[in-house]
């Protein structure tokens, strides 16, 4: 297995998904009726090409769907669901073993991502692994949510790497794991069970068996 970088999807993944939704109860029970809609409308906006204005779009779908002005929906989902929401993961710590395996990869000459469906930087800087990162972004900036096959290519594109000498980790199998297969990259699923058939080339569930076989495959290869 020829890999020059691992890339991690980021919420559910580099930390448990049950702590974002403990800390977050508050946030959700004050904004029941927005972020019930703005699940819905992310949903629906996952099957929509071509798409020509992210953002644009994603306020018109809420706007909608809440039967409010675009101009309103956008603040809603800026003050909201980019602000509020976001400055929630204060606090919440990553999956034990997560720094020491991104550390470990970087001594074996791996270079390091992270791509997600939300703006990655500030939660990064929660998790305190923003030091281990050379390059991270949020899927929304190509205009296309995941399992699209433009975040992983833009992926490719800005470590300046082949897709197939690229390791993607996710903790969804058809968002990351497909998505990263469709564009020939390599991938590892994060599950406590193997799903069937799969077509991850890993499955894991501590990051110190994620640090392990990697490195056991780049040492053989």
């Given at each position: 297995?020829?890999?020059?970088?691992?890339?991690?999807?980021?919420?559910?993944?580099?930390?448990?998904?049950?702590?974002?939704?403990?800390?977050?109860?508050?946030?959700?029970?004050?904004?029941?009726?927005?972020?019930?809609?703005?699940?819905?409308?992310?949903?629906?906006?996952?099957?929509?090409?071509?798409?020509?204005?992210?953002?644009?779009?994603?306020?018109?779908?809420?706007?909608?769907?809440?039967?409010?002005?675009?101009?309103?929906?956008?603040?809603?989902?800026?003050?909201?669901?980019?602000?509020?929401?976001?400055?929630?993961?204060?606090?919440?710590?990553?999956?034990?073993?997560?720094?020491?395996?991104?550390?470990?990869?970087?001594?074996?000459?791996?270079?390091?991502?992270?791509?997600?469906?939300?703006?990655?930087?500030?939660?990064?800087k929660y998790l305190g692994l923003d030091d281990l990162v050379d390059c991270a972004f949020s899927s929304e900036?190509?205009?296309?949510?995941?399992?699209?096959?433009?975040?992983?290519?833009?992926?490719?594109?800005?470590?300046?790497?082949?897709?197939?000498?690229?390791?993607?980790?996710?903790?969804?199998?058809?968002?990351?794991?497909?998505?990263?297969?469709?564009?020939?990259?390599?991938?590892?699923?994060?599950?406590?069970?193997?799903?069937?058939?799969?077509?991850?080339?890993?499955?894991?569930?501590?990051?110190?068996?994620?640090?392990?076989?990697?490195?056991?495959?780049?040492?053989?290869?």
């Amino acid at each position: 297995m020829d890999i020059q970088a691992v890339a991690f999807d980021l919420d559910g993944t580099l930390y448990p998904n049950h702590k974002m939704y403990l800390r977050s109860i508050p946030f959700f029970l004050t904004h029941a009726r927005l972020v019930r809609h703005f699940g819905k409308i992310r949903r629906t906006i996952r099957m929509i090409r071509p798409i020509h204005n992210f953002r644009g779009l994603q306020a018109e779908l809420l706007a909608v769907s809440l039967r409010v002005t675009t101009n309103h929906a956008a603040e809603l989902i800026e003050r909201n669901i980019y602000g509020r929401w976001e400055e929630t993961f204060q606090g919440i710590s990553a999956y034990s073993g997560v720094r020491n395996c991104l550390e470990g990869l970087h001594s074996g000459g791996l270079r390091i991502a992270v791509i997600s469906d939300f703006p990655v930087e500030r939660k990064l800087k929660y998790l305190g692994l923003d030091d281990l990162v050379d390059c991270a972004f949020s899927s929304e900036e190509t205009g296309y949510l995941k399992p699209n096959p433009e975040p992983f290519l833009e992926l490719s594109k800005r470590l300046g790497l082949p897709a197939d000498k690229i390791m993607y980790v996710g903790n969804h199998y058809k968002y990351d794991i497909l998505g990263a297969k469709e564009v020939g990259m390599k991938s590892a699923h994060l599950s406590s069970r193997k799903v069937i058939d799969s077509k991850a080339d890993l499955t894991f569930s501590s990051y110190g068996d994620l640090r392990d076989s990697i490195m056991k495959y780049i040492h053989t290869s």
